[in-house]
């Protein structure tokens, strides 16, 4: 067999296998489509809150107001969600700060 038939069988093999590689990040990326959409929203309503913070604090001004049992029992579940959030957040700092510093490494 020529060189040149070797090569091109190669490449013929290569690019098969690439199309299936392909076709199965596609398949494992479609599976969490609908979670990044609705993080990618959740994110957006995030930041469109945080540029109107005044928003948030009329908003619970308001209900504090009108509903302030609702109001009390909102914000000991907020303060909860924020507690667990500060906890993971000082769980997870620790390994990503290795992990940014080993990259600055060059490891």
Request: aromatic share 4%; hydrophobic share 55%; glycine share 4%.
């Amino acid at each position: 067999m020529s060189v040149l038939a070797e090569i091109l069988e190669r490449r013929a093999r290569l690019v098969a296998e690439a199309q299936a590689q392909r076709r199965a990040l596609a398949e494992g990326i479609a599976v969490c489509r609908s979670v990044l959409v609705v993080v990618d929203r959740g994110m957006v309503w995030a930041a469109w809150l945080r540029a109107r913070p005044y928003l948030v604090v009329a908003a619970a001004t308001a209900i504090a107001v009108l509903r302030p049992r609702l109001a009390l029992e909102w914000s000991a579940r907020a303060l909860t969600l924020w507690r667990v959030g500060r906890l993971l957040v000082d769980a997870v700092k620790p390994a990503r700060d290795e992990r940014a510093g080993s990259s600055l490494r060059g490891n």
